[in-house]
């Protein structure tokens, strides 16, 4: 699709890894050692990805990356460093949005890895402002096979959450396509090690996941996507007794639409294979949506999804 990643490091060897690394996978890569050479390219060619080194000479990383952030909104921007100390990351996110710490020296499966998850990041947030919906679906569609189990999900939750919506008279139904298509779509940050693990994952590795619908909202925001679509990615893993995450509400403080794409998306989970079980029957899936009525769903909705099940 013609993106270009942008690489700075004060060190020549490194940017000259960086570039045998990547022209090796038909990823069209630039370079310079200078950050005011990269604020100068940022400004004047499309970058997708930016990819710095935090500890250079004559600019950090992070003051490079918070300078692109307001001069080149839609790159992705990703933070080497061989230090990331919890003070680095707080300030990374709190100013430059990083999508993702990559730690130096890298291991080059990973870096990989985090740039091509970063341009489809760029490319998801490209379409979302044309309005394309087949290259939306598509691309959802792509991002889905980091976790094969996951495969069709977001569609399926689309199906189920419009259904629900029509039932209890929900208005805006584009926002529940939206939403429902790009409920996950926060997932482009968490690594594939971990969406694959099929053990439990630990306090870190948790903390990660439960970033995802931050993530995915940033990326709906980044796309000027209307609010409702961005609280429904933010807040469809909140819980109905406020015990969810990323923020802890509960009840009606949960938009309707989120609480809709909740159902769908509990559903769909129950009804399709994952690591740790098989698939649930209908009647069993149900049972258990059921029992999480008042507690993780809106009950009301979990009985007209009932309802729609026993019409179908």
Same mark, same amino acid.
């Given at each position: 699709?013609?993106?270009?990643?942008?690489?700075?490091?004060?060190?020549?060897?490194?940017?000259?890894?960086?570039?045998?690394?990547?022209?090796?996978?038909?990823?069209?890569?630039?370079?310079?050692?200078?950050?005011?050479?990269?604020?100068?390219?940022?400004?004047?060619?499309? !970058?997708?990805?930016?990819?710095?080194?935090?500890?250079?000479?004559?600019?950090?990383?992070?003051?490079?990356?918070?300078?692109?952030?307001?001069?080149?909104?839609?790159?992705?921007?990703?933070?080497?460093?061989?230090?990331?100390?919890?003070?680095?990351?707080?300030?990374?996110?709190?100013?430059?949005?990083?999508?993702?710490?990559?730690? =130096?020296?890298?291991?080059?499966?990973?870096?990989?890895?985090?740039?091509?998850?970063?341009? =489809?990041?760029?490319?998801? !947030?490209?379409?979302?402002?044309?309005?394309?919906?087949?290259?939306?679906? #598509?691309?959802?569609?792509?991002?889905?096979?980091?976790?094969?189990?996951?495969?069709?999900?977001?569609?399926?939750?689309?199906?189920?959450?419009?259904?629900?919506?029509?039932?209890?008279?929900?208005?805006?139904?584009?926002?529940? =396509?939206?939403?429902?298509?790009?409920?996950?779509?926060?997932?482009?940050?968490?690594?594939?090690? !971990?969406?694959?693990?099929?053990?439990?994952?630990?306090?870190?590795?948790?903390?990660?996941?439960?970033?995802?619908?931050?993530?995915?909202?940033?990326?709906?925001?980044?796309?000027?996507? #209307?609010?409702?679509?961005?609280?429904?990615?933010?807040?469809?893993?909140?819980?109905?007794?406020?015990?969810?995450?990323?923020?802890?509400?509960?009840?009606?403080?949960?938009?309707?639409?989120?609480?809709?794409?909740?159902?769908?998306?509990?559903?769909?989970?129950?009804?399709?294979?994952?690591?740790?079980?098989?698939?649930?029957?209908?009647? =069993?899936?149900?049972?258990?949506?059921?029992?999480?009525?008042?507690?993780?769903?809106?009950?009301?909705?979990?009985?007209?999804?009932?309802?729609?099940?026993?019409?179908?």
């Amino acid at each position: 699709m013609g993106e270009t990643v942008l690489f700075v490091d004060d060190s020549e060897e490194t940017l000259e890894l960086a570039r045998d690394l990547f022209e090796q996978r038909d990823i069209s890569i630039i370079t310079t050692s200078s950050p005011q050479k990269a604020l100068e390219l940022a400004r004047k060619s499309d !970058i997708a990805v930016i990819v710095s080194d935090n500890c250079m000479p004559d600019m950090s990383g992070i003051e490079l990356l918070s300078k692109v952030k307001v001069m080149a909104p839609d790159t992705v921007k990703i933070l080497m460093t061989g230090f990331a100390d919890f003070q680095t990351a707080v300030e990374a996110i709190n100013r430059v949005e990083v999508f993702r710490f990559v730690p =130096k020296p890298w291991d080059n499966r990973q870096l990989v890895e985090v740039v091509e998850d970063a341009l =489809k990041r760029h490319r998801l !947030i490209g379409s979302l402002k044309q309005g394309d919906d087949a290259s939306v679906r #598509s691309l959802v569609h792509a991002l889905e096979l980091k976790d094969p189990y996951t495969r069709g999900h977001s569609e399926r939750v689309c199906e189920y959450a419009l259904k629900l919506a029509g039932r209890v008279g929900v208005a805006d139904l584009t926002a529940i =396509k939206y939403g429902s298509w790009l409920h996950d779509c926060g997932k482009i940050g968490v690594a594939e090690s !971990i969406l694959h693990y099929e053990g439990p994952l630990d306090e870190a590795e948790l903390h990660v996941v439960r970033n995802h619908p931050l993530w995915g909202a940033e990326v709906a925001r980044q796309a000027r996507l #209307s609010d409702e679509v961005v609280d429904i990615v933010l807040t469809h893993h909140e819980r109905y007794d406020g015990k969810g995450y990323p923020v802890g509400i509960g009840g009606e403080d949960i938009s309707l639409g989120a609480r809709v794409v909740a159902v769908a998306d509990v559903y769909d989970a129950l009804t399709t294979d994952r690591p740790y079980r098989d698939a649930y029957p209908v009647e =069993k899936a149900m049972e258990i949506l059921r029992s999480m009525r008042s507690t993780v769903l809106d009950p009301q909705l979990v009985d007209a999804f009932g309802e729609l099940v026993q019409a179908s």
